[in-house]
Structures are given as structure tokens and as C-alpha cells.
């Protein structure tokens, strides 16, 4: 139906959506919306993640730490980054490509990249996310 959805009152959906124009989208482009009953396949692969090694996370100061895109499913552009020494960065940039295009071959409109995180730390010789306090 060109990407139309009919949503009934009470039920709960998975629903495929996209961020255009500082607006959330969901159609045409997003036709994997349905109901969260018919959703398990969909849900798995939302979970999967590929994982950082320790040693990946290894620093020995700030700026040896970086971050990267975990989140295999390559749908809803989810940004799920985790702290990495930057000197791995494209180890797992290769993983991840290569984790999508089993997971979720069909093509994404999001190609985005993780936002820098400013709280990423060398703390004790790991790469780690921290909190920044606001001095007021």
C-alpha cells in the first residue's frame, strides 16, 4: 500500500522510521512497520551487536580513545558506540560492515556515523565513557 500503515487502537507495533528534515518519517521507505506480535525476527536483529575486545580498549592516553558503531542491525539508525582505542577503529568498522550485510542486507537510507562523544577517557589504561560534571 505504498507504505501506509493501518494501526489499530490497543496493539502495539514495531514501526520503521527515519529522521528527515528535523522530522520523524515513516513510509515508503520504511515499509517494515508491524505489529510487536509479528515483530521476533525484527527484534533479534535489533539486538545483535558485535563486541569490543578489552585489549581493543587498551590506552595510554585520552587521545588514543575514540569510539565506534556496535549496533549490527543497520536499521533505525541507532547509534550504539562503544569506547575503543582509535588505533582499532577500522578493525571494527570492517566487522560491522561486515555483521550488516548478513543481518540486514537489504540497503538502509542511514549511513550515519556515531556524533563525537566528548566523555571518552583513557582511565587506568582503559578507554572508557565518563560522566562530565558542570562546574557551576
Known amino acids: 500500500r505504498g507504505g501506509e500503515y493501518d494501526f489499530e487502537m490497543g496493539q502495539e507495533y514495531l514501526v520503521y522510521a527515519f529522521k528527515r528534515n528535523n522530522k520523524i518519517v515513516s513510509g515508503n521507505d520504511c515499509d517494515g512497520t508491524k505489529r510487536l506480535s509479528e515483530a521476533?525476527?525484527?527484534?533479534?536483529?535489533?539486538?545483535?551487536?558485535?563486541?569490543?575486545?578489552?585489549?581493543?580498549?587498551?590506552?595510554?592516553?585520552?587521545?588514543?580513545?575514540?569510539?565506534?558503531?556496535?549496533?549490527?542491525?543497520?536499521?533505525g539508525c541507532v547509534?550504539?558506540?562503544?569506547?575503543?582505542?582509535?588505533?582499532?577503529?577500522?578493525?571494527?568498522?570492517?566487522?560491522?560492515?561486515e555483521c550488516r550485510s548478513v543481518v540486514n542486507p537489504r540497503p538502509i537510507l542511514c549511513d550515519m556515523e556515531c556524533p563525537p562523544t566528548p566523555s571518552i577517557k583513557c582511565v587506568?589504561?582503559?578507554?572508557?565513557?565518563?560522566?562530565?560534571?558542570?562546574?557551576l
Open 124 to 135: 587506568e589504561n582503559q578507554c572508557v565513557f565518563v560522566e562530565q560534571k558542570l562546574n
Open 79 to 97: 547509534c550504539v558506540p562503544q569506547p575503543i582505542n582509535i588505533k582499532f577503529k577500522e578493525k571494527y568498522k570492517k566487522l560491522l560492515e
Open 40 to 75: 521476533d525476527t525484527d527484534l533479534n536483529i535489533l539486538a545483535q551487536k558485535i563486541t569490543i575486545l578489552p585489549e581493543d580498549q587498551v590506552c595510554e592516553k585520552d587521545e588514543d580513545c575514540g569510539q565506534v558503531e556496535t549496533d549490527c542491525s543497520n536499521i
